[in-house]
């Protein structure tokens, strides 16, 4: 009994890492000019434990900013600066943030991102509805389970 329990608890301790997610900002377009980001991340769940990870070129960088900076695209004011070319941002708390290249003209120019932060939601990532759907038409298999 209190193994199945520690086993129990080992598992959900474990599941947020088996599903966190590396969100690639801007896809194969990487971050640069020219890019809507708020579209790009409209479609996503970013969620504790993820890492977003910024693609780009010699003449950018990636500064983490508050909200008023994000908005206004001011640099110089930057809550934590990367550079370099490829940089991980981990996702460790819940809530917005906000980043800007600060190379002048650039955020004006699209390079701004405005992520909002989740808790992990096992439900949703556990379960991809792709997988659930291919059983549907063959033989109803979907339909017992559902
Ligand atoms: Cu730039």
New binding site residues.
Partial sequence: MAFAAVCLIITLLAVPSVYAVDHIVGDRSGWS?GINYSQWASGKKFAVGDNLVFS?GS???VDKVRRSDYESCTAGNALKAYKGGNNTVPLKSLGSMYFI?P?FG?CVAG?KLRIIVKAFDPTSAAAPSTTKDSYNGSGGFGNMIS
């Fill in positions: 000019r780009y003449s950018d960088s290249c190379v650039h390079m």
